[in-house]
């Protein structure tokens, strides 16, 4: 008797045990939080949107966008790096993630503290200027910033950003001193460049192509590795004496360190399939952003690339905190 009740125990807590490890494995289990750590509404923002609309069909389950926006990203992405590493608080992010910490003190270490997912896109950049700036190609542009060290100012939409710091590479590669004036955003930077007030901006690619089909910009250089195919006679910095040089702004999406790589790989895979519908393409095409979709393994190599290199950019601009 008492051995069938023994062996009666065993079974019944091997079942639970199972029931258990199963019920461990199931993803997503609960509401998923996508944390975009800059204010509502902009490029970042609206992507994230999508993806909360497409997994929660997907997955059954809530899926919401937390805007955590302060210190240039660094808030809501401390938020994400403290978070239970179980895949149902994940950091849609941009270059920022990469860069900040080469500029500024933050509570997070972006390769140890971190998850990589995918690389969901790439948005392109070109130097452009004021029509009344007497240049009209690179090479006219750097003779004349040798030609008045310190004369020449160029806006960027905040420090640490891609504007700001596509600069300050500039600055150091050409061996000029453009002069940098920061701005809120985007729209102070464009008010105060079409006003003619300031001369000189390294613009993400949709925010200024606009203006120069309308002639209000000149475009003298992209900073892509490549010409760009709707920019076909506007070369490359890299090709114009610069082979090293490349920036291009990136969003990405990140998972705290630790979680399952079975997790990730479900993430992955979901939002890959999500870059390849056309709704996401149309939208990024009005973003001006080109979709990416790599594994993890690729994004953690993009992610290390662009944390190294802009320390180093950083510490060549007399930009580093440490």
Do not use: C
């Not at 461990?24 to 923002?45: H, N, R, W």
Request: no cysteine; proline share 8%; glycine share 8%.
């Amino acid at each position: 008797m008492r051995s069938r009740l023994v062996s009666a125990a065993l079974v019944v807590g091997a079942l639970a045990f199972a029931a258990t490890a199963t019920s461990a494995q199931v993803y997503p289990s609960k509401q998923i939080e996508l944390v975009v750590p800059f204010v509502a509404g902009g490029t970042t923002d609206n992507i994230a949107r999508l993806m909360a609309q497409r997994f929660t069909e997907s997955w059954s389950q809530t899926v919401i966008v937390n805007n955590r926006p302060g210190a240039g990203s660094a808030i809501g992405t401390a938020v994400v790096a403290k978070a239970a590493p179980d895949g149902h608080t994940l950091l849609v992010t941009t270059f920022a993630f990469a860069a900040n910490p080469a500029l500024s003190k933050v509570p997070f270490d972006p390769i140890k503290d971190f998850a990589p997912i995918t690389e969901i896109a790439s948005l392109p950049m070109m130097l452009v200027v004021h029509p009344s700036l007497p240049v009209k190609n690179l090479q006219d542009f750097i003779a004349l910033a040798k030609s008045n060290p310190g004369g020449l100012d160029y806006a960027s939409s905040g420090p640490g950003t891609s504007t700001h710091l596509a600069a300050e590479m500039f600055n150091t590669m050409a061996n000029v001193r453009l002069v940098h004036v920061p701005y809120k955003g985007n729209a102070e930077v464009f008010n105060a460049l079409l006003g003619g007030h300031i001369k000189v901006h390294f613009s993400l690619v949709p925010s200024g192509l606009p203006h120069v089909r309308a002639g209000k910009l000149r475009v003298l250089a992209v900073t892509s590795e490549r010409r760009l195919p709707y920019l076909p006679d506007v070369p490359t910095i890299a090709e114009s004496g610069f082979p090293t040089y490349e920036i291009s702004s990136w969003q990405g999406l990140l998972a705290p360190a630790g979680t399952r790589p079975d997790v990730v790989a479900k993430i992955n895979s979901e939002m890959v399939e999500l870059l390849k519908t056309p709704a996401m393409r149309e939208r990024m095409a009005r973003e001006g952003a080109d979709p990416v979709g790599s594994s993890p393994q690729q994004f953690g190599e993009r992610v290390k690339s662009e944390v190294d290199k802009w320390a180093r950019v950083a510490r060549a601009a007399g930009l580093a905190t440490n």
